[in-house]
């Protein structure tokens, strides 16, 4: 057995803990590997011990990479802040977006998804958190982004995403998480039901399962450390 395939069995075990402790069915716990910075070759270590979905942060390394693994069995999520410049090659080439935090994206998305390929999956990225230097919607902005998205061709508003400060303190943790959860429900509320809460990482994924967390995104948990000027303030760790 492989590191990453060792590395990927216990994440596993930690999601299936989690969800069993807070009373949920594990199955419906999915485990994203982020991939970014990583090589295609690691990314095919992981598909041999059966990972489906990747995460990416950077468009032009994940587009060499999707070309170098050529697998059509996988499925890709880029997951990382999101340039104008950068949404065309993002629509073709992805099944799912977790980082829409404002409408021209989603419209540009939309707009340059291929009409033969099935509709994008997107997630709103919300700042939970308020630091000035994060990426998100505010979560008082998150509605009426939400019917904007909700309403483009070619895109299905799936979910919401969320990258909290970094802590240790597991009640804060659990506090995001529970934004993100309330802001779902209050959609749904106002008639936009989502079935994703993307939320949760390596060093947080307990929390964000015992909140609701329907997708777990995992990085250094299954392909080990990444230097430390690519492991702060990511979409994925």
């Given at each position: 057995m492989t590191s990453i395939s060792a590395n990927l069995q216990a994440v596993s075990e930690r999601i299936r803990d989690a969800a069993r402790a807070a009373g949920r069915d594990p199955a419906a716990v999915r485990l994203l590997a982020v991939s970014?910075?990583?090589?295609?070759?690691?990314?095919?270590?992981?598909?041999?011990?059966?990972?489906?979905?990747?995460?990416?942060?950077?468009?032009?390394?994940a587009l060499a990479k999707l070309a170098?693994?050529?697998?059509?069995?996988?499925?890709?999520?880029?997951?990382?802040?999101?340039?104008?410049?950068?949404?065309?090659?993002?629509?073709?080439?992805f099944a799912w977006v977790h980082s829409i935090?404002?409408?021209?994206?989603?419209?540009?998305?939309?707009?340059?998804?291929?009409v033969h390929l099935p509709p994008l999956n997107v997630c709103l990225q919300v700042n939970v958190s308020g630091e000035d230097s994060k990426?998100?919607?505010?979560?008082?902005?998150v509605l009426p982004l939400a019917?904007?998205?909700?309403?483009?061709?070619?895109l299905v508003l799936?979910?919401?995403m969320c990258i909290p400060e970094p802590t240790d303190d597991v009640t804060l943790q659990r506090r995001r998480f529970a934004t993100l959860r309330g802001l779902r429900d209050t959609l749904a509320a106002e008639g936009i039901v989502l079935d994703t809460l993307s939320m949760g990482m390596s060093h947080?994924?307990?929390?964000?399962?015992?909140?609701?967390?329907?997708?777990v995104r995992v990085g250094t948990a299954i392909f080990g450390a990444r230097p430390r000027s690519e492991s702060a303030a990511v979409a994925g760790g």
């Open positions: 970014k910075t990583w090589p295609a070759q690691s990314v095919r270590e992981a598909a041999a011990a059966g990972q489906r979905a990747f995460g990416e942060n950077y468009v032009q390394e170098e693994v050529d697998d059509p069995a996988l499925e890709w999520h880029f997951i990382g802040p999101l340039q104008s410049n950068k949404t065309r090659a993002v629509a073709q080439h935090d404002r409408l021209k994206l989603a419209e540009r998305l939309s707009a340059q998804r291929d990426s998100g919607v505010a979560p008082d902005e019917r904007g998205v909700a309403a483009l061709p070619r799936r979910g919401l947080d994924l307990e929390a964000a399962v015992a909140e609701g967390a329907t997708l």
